[in-house]
Nanobody, 115 residues
Framework: VQLQASGGGLVQGGGSLRISCAASGSRLDFVNLGWYRRAPGKQRELVATITSSGRTTYADSVKGRFAISRDSVKNTVTVDLQMNALKPEDTAVYYC????????WGQGTLVTVSS
């Protein structure tokens, strides 16, 4: 399983950003996918997950602002995170994640929200 994240960048507070992760490998249509983040000086935290059937969960801090989605094309599954009404406290490195026998992580993409 390989995860490749993209789409991070600098955005003003209140703005929107969409990050994406391409997951390649077998059986990915049947696994959960998600996004974690690690803010400076803080531990990694779960942001959102989505099951193979499309059921989603969100951290309380992002509910109503972030939306996770997934799509499947051939052997690649993409998981996107639409982030709206961004706040400076959303600044972090965002990692896509999946679990198939073990945890897999993408390389991380930096999201910086200016005040």
């Amino acid at each position: 399983v390989q995860l490749q994240a993209s789409g991070g960048g600098l955005v003003q507070g209140g703005g929107s950003l969409r990050i994406s992760c391409a997951a390649s490998g077998s059986r990915l249509d049947f696994v959960n996918l998600g996004w974690y983040r690690r803010a400076p000086g803080k531990q990694r935290e779960l942001v959102a997950t989505i099951t193979s059937s499309g059921r989603t969960t969100y951290a309380d801090s992002v509910k109503g602002r972030f939306a996770i989605s997934r799509d499947s094309v051939k052997n690649t599954v993409t998981v996107d995170l639409q982030m709206n009404a961004l706040k400076p406290e959303d600044t972090a490195v965002y990692y896509c994640w999946t679990r198939f026998l073990r945890d897999y992580w993408g390389q991380g993409t930096l999201v910086t929200v200016s005040s």
